[in-house]
């Protein structure tokens, strides 16, 4: 009989949510759930998949992909390379335009520099263009940084990703694939992937491609299809278009896992981080402040989303991209627009990644992600007993 969790996510793609799906979960770092279930491409009429899905399909993580740009960061503050308190003007040329001279390095990381906007055109132009015009651009009237927040869906990570290039010396998906993915057996993660191998991948069929699943009108705002296509996916965007499998993600949660509670299974993780960076990063670093872009009030962490049940526990389908009903409040991790999450859950030595292939739009999204999670902690009996 299939579990909760496989019948939920079957369930999706025969309604027609998404062609197909990856999940992996892991439990004090031995896996549990390992699916890979429907098609990572389909023709555009929706017809029979003609490329499955399986374990080591490469998929998009959108905006789960952000943390390992905070952990590239994290790794050189405790190396003394950057501070967090330090002016991005210090390694973003002409950054200080337009009175910016206030925002650091941790106004980026927790979404309070309001800086939401630049008009830069990628991945139509390379990254040193994209660069100096968010440097160039002016900052949002009367947001003073650290005092308003907004989630930064780009602008922020480009600049993280600029930062991390100029401390270390190296592109910044360079030193993801060398100092983060690598050392934790993420072997196929990306962010940026090399051209031959998006080649390769592709006539392979390993590569998941992105399909618009919504029905409502108001929800087909962009065309999904897009940011699978070759130029979203080989140029390196730092704040969403980290590629890799389910398996991956997982292994970097319970690389974060490891690195607090020593190594909880066969695995036995390279040291991302010290104990006590994990343990500050991940916890509340802003508090009770209403988000600008998603108009609820959220906490967060350092680059890293935190359980944010407490502000929505009478109505949890108004909270964005959160970790499900059962999650403990320690929980931390990322969500990605309309398709994925990726976490940890320290107090249960839990990792989850899941990502699904078709954008149905925020209430539909929303609602199979509640379930899908619910599913999780039911399945493994980690479920609270008031939800």
């Known amino acids: 009989m299939p579990s909760r969790l496989e019948q939920t996510l079957q369930d999706g793609i025969e309604r027609g949510l998404h062609p197909g799906v990856q999940a992996c979960v892991s439990l004090q770092g031995e896996t549990v759930v390992d699916l890979a279930l429907g098609a990572a491409r389909q023709t555009a009429e929706h017809a029979a998949p003609v490329v499955p899905m399986t374990p080591q399909t490469a998929c998009l993580w959108m905006s789960s992909g952000k943390p390992a740009t905070a952990v590239a960061v994290a790794q050189l503050v405790e190396q003394g390379d950057v501070d967090l308190r330090d002016p991005v003007a210090e390694y973003v040329e002409g950054f200080e335009a337009h009175g910016k001279d206030p925002i650091l390095i941790e106004h980026l990381l927790t979404h309070t520099a309001g800086l939401r ?69 993420m072997h196929d993660a990306h962010v940026g992937l090399p051209e031959a191998l998006h080649d390769d991948w592709l006539a392979q069929g390993r590569l998941m491609a992105m399909h618009d699943t919504a029905d409502a009108a108001h929800d087909k705002r962009d065309d999904p299809a897009r940011l699978t296509t070759k130029p ?39 040291t991302l981080l010290q104990p006590e960076t994990v343990r500050h990063w991940t916890a509340r670093r802003r508090t009770d402040m209403i988000d600008q872009t998603f108009r609820v009030p959220m906490d967060w962490g350092l680059g890293f989303m935190v359980n944010n049940r407490r502000h929505a526990e009478h109505d949890p389908m108004r909270m964005p991209y959160n970790f499900g009903p059962h999650a403990s409040d320690d929980a931390f991790g990322h969500g990605g627009h309309q398709s994925s999450v990726a976490f940890a859950d320290p107090a249960h030595g839990l990792a989850v990644a899941i990502v699904f292939n078709g954008m149905p739009g925020e209430s539909a999204h929303r609602t199979r992600m509640y379930q899908a999670l619910a599913d999780v902690y039911q399945d493994l009996g980690l479920a609270r007993e008031a939800a």
């Open 117 to 185: 906007a630049a008009p830069f055109r990628y991945p139509d132009q390379p990254w040193p263009r994209i660069i100096e015009v968010i440097a160039a651009a002016r900052p949002e009237p009367r947001w003073t940084p650290g005092e308003r927040a907004g989630y930064h869906v780009q602008t922020a990570w480009f600049l993280l990703g600029e930062v991390v290039q100029s401390a270390a010396g190296m592109p910044i998906g360079q030193y993801l694939r060398g100092r983060v993915f690598e050392p934790v057996g």
């Open 232 to 270: 979203w996916l080989t140029a390196p965007r730092p704040g969403g278009n980290l590629v890799a499998s389910a398996r991956s993600m997982a292994r970097f949660y319970e690389a974060l896992l490891d690195a607090v509670h020593g190594p909880a299974g066969a695995l036995h993780h390279a």
